[in-house]
């Protein structure tokens, strides 16, 4: 038995354990989440042989999802025509949909001669779990993380001529805003796929935060990482320091970034154990990246960018940081600053600096300060 045979083979052993007889998955032939969606389906009274609509929303609900999705459809559009290019001569095509499966935007080589493609490819039809079983686009939208399914692994019988990769995209403040997906229709196994869609919807993330109004960005990476690709993580601020929004890299580095949401508010202090003038300064400085401590104990490389300077073509080394912002002098210059400006009055340099008193007193004991 050949390995495609074989996987096929596991997919239908799976597919007759949990959806004909009711069982449970019968180990590693599929992954547990698909499980989890298909009896998700059957608990909705869903059967595998139903046939499936495709429905679209209506003119007016269309019209109201594009507006609400604009920002998005902006940032995505120029790596989505570079994405079809991509994938051109593989006989996969691109679908973006919004935050509920609504699809908002295609591209690349869609075969309109095919019914199947014609129908999901269509804009406002929605492939929602709720509508079309399970999918790259439902699974993806409910497991947040990316996925690859293959023909027989989707719920519907309607759904086995496709094989989808699929990613979320999230927003600047965290929550979920939608997913990219690659789909293709009796189409060779090719999970390489989802790597390519984590990928790219990393990059229309990026491009999205990148789109909204902020007065400083920081790019941040650990110490000895390179600062300029689209890994890094990225923070947008206002003048006051206050947390604009972030990318999924940021949160991962600095979890309190979690914290973060279009309802609660978040100041870089709460963040980083230096005060937040200190990054704007930066910014004007130079184009060279600074330690920069977070209240954890761990440290970060930080490059500092007003808005007009953010799109340079950059590919800085982690050596390239100036000797005399090595963090002890990052800090210790912190302190000089907020201690200065508060003429002596150590209370009202601890309150600037956001850290206690005693804190403040016993840094300027160890860097001999006082």
């Known amino acids: 038995m050949t390995p495609v045979d074989a996987r096929m083979n596991h997919i ?16 590693s032939h599929i992954d547990s989440w ?9 608990s909705k009274g869903f059967q595998p042989q139903t046939a499936v609509e495709f429905a679209q929303i209506s003119r007016q609900d269309l019209h109201r999802v594009k507006l609400e999705n604009h920002d998005l459809l902006c940032a995505a559009k120029p790596l989505m025509d570079k994405l079809g290019r ?8 691109a679908i973006l949909t919004n935050a509920h499966g609504i699809v908002i935007d ?17 804009i406002g039809v929605d492939l929602s779990e709720h509508t079309v079983g399970t999918t790259a686009i439902g699974a993806a939208l409910t497991e947040l993380q990316p996925v690859w399914l293959h023909r027989g692994e989707h719920f519907f ?32 196994e090719r999970p390489e796929l989802k790597h390519l869609t984590s990928l790219t919807a990393r990059t229309i993330e990026n491009a999205l935060l990148l789109q909204q109004a902020h ?9 000895g ?52 003038s200190m990054l704007f300064d930066s910014s004007r400085r130079s ?24 799109r340079i073509s950059m590919h800085i080394r982690t050596d390239s940081l100036c000797a005399n912002q090595a963090l002890r002098d990052v800090e210790t210059e912190m302190i000089k600053q907020a201690v200065d400006q508060a003429r002596g009055n150590i209370a009202q340099a601890a309150r600037d600096l956001g850290i206690s008193r005693a804190t403040l007193y016993r840094k300027l004991a160890t860097k001999k300060l006082t």
């Not at 991509?86 to 095509?93: C, G």
């Not at 007065?215 to 110490?223: A, C, E, G, K, T």
């Not at 990246?289 to 808005?307: Q, Y």
């Open 12 to 27: 239908a052993v799976a597919r007759r354990s949990v959806l004909e007889d009711r069982g449970s998955l019968p180990s």
């Open 157 to 188: 019988n309607d759904n086995t001529a496709f094989s989808c990769a699929g990613s979320p995209l999230f927003g600047s403040t965290g929550q979920c805003i939608g997913m990219l997906d690659l789909t293709g229709i009796m189409v060779p």
């Open 86 to 93: 991509a994938i051109a001569n593989t006989n996969y095509f």
């Open 225 to 276: 990482q390179p600062l300029g690709e689209d890994t890094d993580g990225l923070i947008a601020l206002d003048n006051d320091g206050n947390i604009l929004g972030a990318n999924q890299s940021a949160r991962f580095m600095v979890p309190q970034l979690a914290q973060l949401s279009s309802s609660a508010g978040m100041h870089a202090s709460d963040l980083f154990a230096m005060s937040f």
């Open 215 to 223: 007065n400083l960005l920081l790019r941040i990476n650990w110490p």
């Open 287 to 310: 184009h060279a990246a600074i330690e920069v401590p977070l209240w954890s104990g761990l440290r970060i490389i930080a490059l500092a960018l007003r808005p007009e300077n953010e």
């Open 34 to 42: 698909i499980e989890h969606s298909w009896k998700r389906c059957l």
């Open 106 to 122: 295609t591209n690349g080589p869609i075969d309109h001669s095919d019914k199947r493609a014609r129908l999901i490819s269509r």
